[in-house]
């Protein structure tokens, strides 16, 4: 999985900007961050996700999800785009995107 290949997965969510956050692309909606890349050379997505969810990803043992000790106690998880599974990517970035989008965008997308 690429960068390229995130843009082609969150291309159906409304309103989602192409951005950057702390230096790097970055993804967005009205203004408010989702995910991230950490660097190019590190191919690390950061995703935005609750901390049970974090705790449930980091526990299955897939090699696909990190953290590091800045990231103890925030929702935030790192996803290695060699490794993470599309279909994977794809739920963790549409639940990022919820947890971010107002209300009456959600609803929208819900109803459509």
Do not use: N
């Amino acid at each position: 999985m690429t960068w390229d290949d995130v843009l082609a997965i969150v291309a159906d969510l409304p309103e989602v900007e192409e951005s950057t956050w702390f230096h790097t692309p970055a993804l967005k909606v009205r203004g408010k961050g989702f995910a991230r890349l950490r660097t190019e050379a590190e191919g690390l997505l950061v995703v935005m996700c609750d901390l049970d969810e974090k705790e449930a990803l980091l526990a299955s043992g897939d090699p696909a999800f990190t953290t590091t000790p800045h990231y103890d106690g925030y929702g935030a998880i790192l996803v290695d785009l060699d490794r993470v599974d599309r279909g994977h990517l794809t739920e963790l970035l549409t639940e990022a995107w919820r947890r971010k989008a107002p209300v009456r965008l959600r609803k929208a997308f819900d109803g459509a």
